[in-house]
């Protein structure tokens, strides 16, 4: 867990507590693929915008921050030796866009990190949201991991 921007220190106290919460629990929650592994490296940055979007440019082509980019180190079927060590990859997230995004949606800064960090865990996992079918399935399972840490419903104006 890497805190790169001192904004969020300000922006959300407990950021780093809550975040490295929210990714263990989407770690630990019937997840298929992080079964076998006798240990999962997963690499959680929070940064800013100027950060994120050099990111979004270098790595997608677009010139913009984002709320959250996964970068996954290995595919969903990369074959790991049992007992082996898995390297999932990077979450990072952009402290001024998580933080407008929670202003516009009225929502709490903590509850909206947490939210997008399970998102971004669950990219790393291989859950995709580029079909309907897709989107349904990966927003059951945050609706269902929120609800396990207090956070409310986070598509419920948008349904």
């Known amino acids: 867990m890497a805190v790169a921007s001192p904004q969020w220190r300000s922006a959300c106290p407990a950021a780093e507590a809550m975040a490295s919460a929210a990714a263990r629990l989407a770690l630990q929650r019937g997840l298929d693929r992080t079964r076998e592994a006798a240990e999962v490296i997963l690499s959680l940055v929070l940064t800013d915008d100027a950060e994120q979007r050099r990111l979004n440019r270098d790595y997608r082509g677009q010139d913009k921050p984002t709320n959250v980019l996964a ?63 897709q989107a349904e399935r990966m927003e059951a399972i945050e609706r269902h991991l929120l609800s396990e840490l207090g956070v409310s419903d986070p598509y419920r104006d948008t349904m």
Do not use: N, W
């Open 71 to 133: 970068f996954p180190a290995s595919g969903p079927d990369t074959h790991m030796p049992h007992g082996a060590p898995l390297l999932l990859g990077d979450v990072v997230l952009a402290c001024e866009t998580v933080q407008r995004e929670a202003a516009e949606q009225g929502k709490p800064v903590a509850d909206h990190l947490r939210h997008l960090v399970i998102h971004g865990v669950l990219h790393l996992l291989g859950y995709d949201h580029e079909t309907p079918q």
